[in-house]
């Protein structure tokens, strides 16, 4: 997960390959729920795990409910049997609607019926979301209910400690044009206190995002509990109702999720190699209602064919239609046309969206100003958006209000004809339903490797670039290139393997070419700040003085740097790299945007390294230190092959008296003012 300022995504110009879903997170709350309420234990396959999820695991641990994590990733589930193991506590549910709304119907029927009382809170914006029209209902059955804040929002009290007669007698009347999730709640909690008669709901107004409702009876009907619909109007939950476990449940892949990858394939020209995107673990037999984003996608030209649990997209028509559709029936997923509306043959509207004003921000206010960043023409109402294409498109920094589809919504922007980057603003807000996305997002695209920017900070030993380019990375979402760390494995793999490579073996062609064929064999990978070598973590061993010191020994062999060239060419990937070395900006990436030359004086790097033995508990004398990094400093710069200096546009930067958060804060400015150029 990227979790970073801002990530930004480079011109994209095509996609193709296999995704497989994180769990769905509207199947996942409502499994979990109906486990934690069931009689017997269940094992959850497949669950989302995700900041919605963690929030309702962590709330049913408060509420007593035991939950073992098994092998194979299966969570297991010991049900309460619709009691109590508590009489009390507090809930945070973050901005988890699928959490706070059913759990605050569960809890506020169990609280009347047994004396308990239980608070729910959860962050700003859900204090926001109105909940007004499940409290009515739940007032309605006499259970006590309290707004701590403003009437109709969270924070509230569910119960007073005392037992309370319940009124089931009369059809509870719930509201069905504001949150289906408010129906949901009382479908999922009533069956707790319908052992002796039938409980009615009647459904005030149209029913909005009916397909959600349908997730939650096909769930109910798993763990044993049947409702009879009439219509959309009216729902009505069977006297002698107890919920009982399944045993086993999986959890498809979520419909939502896969709306972004069936526009990614709608969009872009299939990757070479590939067909276009496939998408597993959710196909045409899903039970989720959003699954008929598939009807709209190929409404606006996508090619799609699918099996039960498999779904394959390739571009079809392009530019895409311009559609007028209804789309009460998948109001989140929804929010992915308006995003390929920007590559559509003319304008596009989408209606009856009224919901989107109450979900996790003001959703039609949030794309209508995004999408306007890019240069869209857009008309906002109460319950629509209506989008026309730009006519041509404009850099933008997308401001994703903490809202997790927005900022998947608006990664698609990146496939743009007029080549501009896209910066997705606080990227980690994915984690709510799909952690992963950019991830998977980068893993199945290509653009021109001109495209993907790089960062050289280049410098002679003990000047601190690792520490900068490290950090650097960190902060700008980058993959990591330690040039001086190859040499170091090729110096360690060479003393693994009883090469010599003193100036007298080195001298020698033959064993020069072995050096050369060893690096060219490396099987290298970096993962954060680890270094892994043909599967072994080496990191500690190359941070000794003496592979630092064979390092520059064997960087000077021909050989060995022609054979680590295409190795470094290779780490070059979305969304952008930051490579440290000493011939990053004048051999390998000669025409990185951004080239940083990295000094310090010999004194400084010697009591730096001095210090950083000490600290390791390592013996070391400063005198030493200092000739040690006079000699390496004339041999990497007297070299015959690339040797050590600023390449001739590269930014210097002498860090003798800065800390690293300066040194880091400068390179960062300079790459604003170089991506800032980039967009004029």
């Known amino acids: 997960m990227y979790d970073i300022a801002f990530l930004d995504i480079p011109p994209l110009r095509s996609a193709g390959g296999t995704v497989r879903l994180p769990g769905s997170k509207s199947i996942s709350n409502r499994v979990l729920l109906l486990a934690a309420l069931s009689v017997g234990h269940t094992d959850i396959a497949d669950l989302l795990d995700s900041d919605d999820t963690r929030v309702m695991l962590a709330a049913l641990d408060a509420l007593g409910c035991h939950v073992e994590h098994r092998p194979g990733g299966v969570i297991r589930v010991q049900g309460l049997g619709g009691q109590l193991a508590v009489s009390s506590a507090q809930l945070f549910l973050g901005n988890a609607g699928t959490a706070m709304r059913p759990l605050t119907a569960a809890l506020a029927l169990l609280a009347a ?147 972004y990858f069936i526009a990614l394939g709608a969009i872009a020209p299939a990757r070479e190699g590939t067909t276009g995107v496939t998408i597993e673990g959710v196909g045409l037999a899903s039970i989720q209602g959003d699954i008929r984003f598939v009807e709209a996608a190929r409404a606006m030209g996508a090619d799609i064919t699918g099996e039960a649990n498999r779904l394959h997209i390739r571009r079809g028509q392009w530019p895409l239609r311009a559609i007028d559709l209804d789309c009460n029936h998948i109001p989140d997923a929804a929010m992915t046309l308006a995003v390929m509306a920007l590559y559509a043959d003319g304008t596009t509207t989408l209606r009856n969206i009224a919901s989107w004003r ?23 109402g109460a319950d629509f958006i209506r989008i ?85 990375a960190r902060r700008l979402g980058f993959h990591l290139l330690d040039s001086g760390a190859l040499y170091r494995l090729v110096g360690l793999a060479a003393s693994q393997q009883g090469m010599a490579t003193d100036g007298e073996a080195l001298r020698q062609p033959s064993q020069a070419q072995r050096l050369g064929a060893l690096a060219a064999a490396l099987q290298v990978r970096f993962d954060g700040e680890k270094i892994w070598l043909d599967g072994l973590d080496v990191t500690g061993a190359l941070r000794t003085e003496s592979a630092g010191m064979a390092a520059s020994r064997v960087s000077a062999v021909p050989e060995v740097r022609q054979a680590l060239t295409e190795l470094q060419l290779g780490f070059r990937r979305l969304p952008g790299l930051v490579a440290d070395g000493r011939d990053m900006g004048t051999v390998i990436f000669p025409r990185a945007p951004l080239k940083v030359f990295l000094t310090a004086s010999a004194e400084q790097r010697a009591e730096r390294r001095h210090k950083q033995l000490i600290s390791k508990g390592i013996s070391a004398n400063i005198a030493d230190l ?49 991506a800032a150029d980039a967009g004029n």
């Open 113 to 259: 019926e047994r004396g308990g009382c239980f608070e729910l809170s959860g962050i700003a914006r859900m204090h926001e979301r109105p909940i007004g029209d499940l409290v009515d209902a739940l007032r309605q059955l006499g259970c006590p209910v309290e707004c701590l804040g403003q009437e109709g929002y969270p924070p509230l009290r569910l119960g007073n400690g005392s037992a309370v007669d319940l009124k089931l007698d009369q059809p509870i009347r719930v509201r069905g044009d504001v949150s289906s999730q408010f129906l949901t709640a009382l479908l999922l909690a009533l069956p707790l206190v319908a052992r002796e008669r039938a409980i009615d709901i009647e459904v005030v107004g149209e029913l909005i995002s009916k397909p959600y409702i349908e997730i939650t009876l096909n769930l109910l009907a798993r763990f044993g509990v049947q409702v009879q619909r009439d219509n959309w109007s009216r729902f009505t939950i069977a006297a002698g109702s107890r919920y009982v476990s399944p045993g086993l449940v999986h959890v498809e892949g979520d419909a939502s999720s896969a709306s």
């Open 626 to 674: 200092l000739a040690d990094l006079k000699a390496r400093d004339h041999r990497d710069m007297s070299r015959a092959h690339s040797p050590l200096k600023p390449a001739d546009d590269a930014k210097q930067l002498d860090n003798s008296e800065l800390s690293i958060e300066a040194s880091v804060q400068q390179v960062l400015d300079w790459w604003q003012g170089k």
């Open 358 to 380: 109450v979900k996790e921000t003001d959703r039609i206010t949030a794309m209508a100003n995004e999408c306007r960043k890019l240069g869209a023409t857009v008309e906002e």
């Open 388 to 472: 026309t294409p730009p006519a041509r498109w404009a850099q933008a920094s997308i401001h994703t209000y903490d809202d997790h589809r927005v900022a998947m919504c608006f990664s698609l922007a990146a496939f743009n004809p007029d080549k501009v980057r896209v910066r997705i603003e606080d990227p980690k807000c994915v984690a709510k339903t799909f952690p992963d996305y950019f991830e998977a997002l980068f893993e199945r695209c290509e653009t021109p490797v001109d495209r993907i920017p790089v960062i050289c900070i280049d410098g002679p030993t003990a000047s601190g670039k690792g520490t900068l380019a490290s950090e650097v």
